[in-house]
């Protein structure tokens, strides 16, 4: 894996800056695809450490706001149905799509991604609430579990 020069990152950082910015509730609708994992790649995909995140969205699937939940190593990141639950009535999201990034650069999903989607997606199904899609990224590619036929 290479190692970015300061100066890179330092220009990495400043265009998830802008991004950020760019990118307010009526910007990003989980109804494109392409956007959606655009999105996520550009947030976490540089990232050494794995991260898992979500996409808050409203009832028309634009998104309310984006959140980096749990963080981990190079290798995992321990992910809790409860928290996500929480934060989803706390936002009043009507549907989410979560994601996370392999620093491996390898996206195929590992048997812990598809266990976590399933045991959210029972989670979230008491409070009416569905998960759109899963989407694993890297600094290369991203793999859609919806796309994929997996959701």
Known sequence: ?????????ATINSSLEI????YQKQDLRATSPE???QFCQLQIGHLEHEVFGVLFLDNQHQLIKSEL??????????VYPREVAKEVLLCNAAAIAIFHNHPSGLTEPSVADRSITTKLIE???LFDVRILDHIIVSHKETYSFA?????
């Open 35 to 37: 956007s959606v994992k």
């Open 1 to 9: 894996m290479n190692i970015l020069t300061a100066k890179q990152q």
């Open 69 to 78: 939940m749990f963080r981990g190593t190079i290798d995992g990141a321990s």
């Open 19 to 22: 991004l950020s910015g760019l």
């Open 147 to 151: 796309e994929a036929g997996l959701m």
């Open 123 to 125: 989670a979230l199904k």
